[in-house]
């Protein structure tokens, strides 16, 4: 699409449905346009660590060649599956994590393997690696080497607490996994068990599906776009140390913020948000539905939608609604309850976007804006029209692996957008050809 025609539907949009769907095919469609990091070479070496085979996805749906380098044995991450569910012996969580790649098989742990390791390195741009602190060093083959023989290359190293100081140490030969990072945060204590609520030592509750593990990932990533992007301005390449047990916590750094500006950490509240009420999951006739309404003009419109305005006296400011007492959140939750529970979940979201519109066009400022979605079920998900117009999930078929539907190009981009061109993952399927084009 040429910059002109982008403006003209720019233009026009909002003018008309159908225009408005042209516009978004049109601009999430990677016909035609340019991988932006096409010209970039990654080798990832994460070894049964999914943090790293995250992150270099994330380059490869952008153009990257990534180089996945396992021993001829495979990475142990190939095991990991749920429920006994695989693809010739392959879990679907590396399925996931297999787009676009290419497999070269190199044992590290051989010397021998270490000067084929440095020739591809000096090629590269990106390394990412998940060994315990200080192996790759250890093997000469670490940033402090790799750095002299290509001084432009960003290496990304991902540990439990980093390379450096006593945790690190302390922590060396621990691996690395999505739980302990979600442990070392603090965040699964303050959740707690809603069946304990209010107890010291409650049972804690994780985040997620390895939410800590993408997390990572994802931030792995960008400090690895940012450091390459400083490279092509300097010509200086960098180190870029990666703790998960940073990664998590710094995503959830409100409870410690919070603590310490409070001088006491906050309650374990179960079900209930940490900060904000209402803001979380209510019963219905037919499910459940997710109501955020935080800010008190948008609770005044809560309060008004679910016909129960007389008693808005009691939780009208935000400090009257925080959740610091267990017994009166528990309140609040059960008269809210009492309400949705009259109204099938599509009539509890007609009723708040109603509301909204309404808000929108009264001259009257502050109207508030109550958020009310139907919690969906992964199968109905699966059906929601929304998913297939933005194209966020995609058939792919191989010949080993079968036939699977799997997530897609989450961020859309009009001029450089993400792509899955491929899936699979065989054990050195790409050996020839790294051989042929790197180290012949």
């Known amino acids: 699409m040429s910059k002109k025609e982008k403006e003209q539907i720019l233009v026009r949009y909002g003018s008309s449905r159908k225009e408005r769907e042209d516009f978004l095919k049109a601009m999430i469609s990677p016909e035609g346009k340019p991988e932006v990091l096409d010209d970039v070479v990654v080798l990832d070496v994460s070894y049964a660590n999914m943090s790293g085979d995250i992150a270099s996805s994330i380059f490869a749906e952008f153009g990257a060649e990534v180089i996945k380098i396992e021993p001829p044995e495979g990475d142990p991450s190939r095991k990991v599956t749920p429920y006994g569910v695989n693809r010739n012996g392959v879990g679907i969580p590396f399925i996931m994590e297999a787009r676009n790649k290419r497999y070269f098989t190199l044992d590290l742990s051989k010397e021998s393997a270490r000067d084929d390791f440095k020739k591809l390195a000096a090629k590269a741009h990106i390394v990412i690696e998940t060994f315990k602190p200080g192996q790759m060093d250890s093997w000469g083959i670490g940033y402090r080497q790799l750095s002299q023989i290509n001084p432009g290359l960003v290496y990304i190293a991902i540990s439990p607490y980093g390379q450096y100081g006593k945790k690190a140490q302390e922590f060396i030969n621990v691996p690395d996994s999505d739980i302990t990072s979600q442990a070392a945060s603090g965040l699964p204590a303050n959740i707690g068990d809603m069946e304990h609520m209010g107890e010291p030592y409650n049972w804690p509750l994780k985040a997620g599906v390895w939410l800590g593990w993408y997390i990572t990932g994802i931030e792995a990533a960008l400090g690895g776009a940012v450091a390459r992007y400083y490279m092509q301005a300097t010509g200086e390449g960098q180190m870029v140390d990666v703790a998960t047990a940073d990664a998590f916590a710094s995503l959830v750094g409100y409870p410690v913020t919070m603590g310490f500006t409070w001088d006491r950490a906050r309650p374990r509240i179960g079900r209930h948000d940490f900060a904000i009420y209402p803001y979380g999951f209510w019963p219905c006739k037919d499910g459940m539905v997710a109501i955020a309404a935080g800010r008190d003009h948008d609770f005044r419109g809560l309060l008004k939608i679910l016909k129960i305005w007389k008693e808005e006296d009691d939780w009208r400011y935000v400090f009257d609604r925080i959740p610091d007492i267990v017994e009166q959140v528990e309140k609040l939750y059960k008269m809210i309850a009492d309400e949705t529970m009259k109204y099938t979940s599509d009539e509890l979201v ?36 929304h ?24 961020i859309k981009m009009s001029d450089s957008p993400p792509r899955v061109k491929w899936v699979r993952c065989g054990i050195g399927q790409d050996n020839a050809y790294i051989l042929d084009k790197y180290l012949k």
Do not use: C
């Not at 109550?370 to 199968?379: G, L, T």
């Not at 933005?390 to 989450?410: C, H, V, W, Y």
């Open 350 to 385: 007609k009723m708040a976007v109603d509301y909204s519109i309404k808000s929108a066009k009264s001259k009257w400022r502050g109207g508030g804006v109550p958020i009310v979605m139907k919690v969906q079920k992964p199968v109905t998900t699966m059906q929601n029209p």
């Open 387 to 410: 998913w297939a117009k933005r194209k966020s999930f995609t058939e792919f078929e191989d010949s080993q692996l079968g036939k699977f539907i799997m997530p897609a190009n989450f």
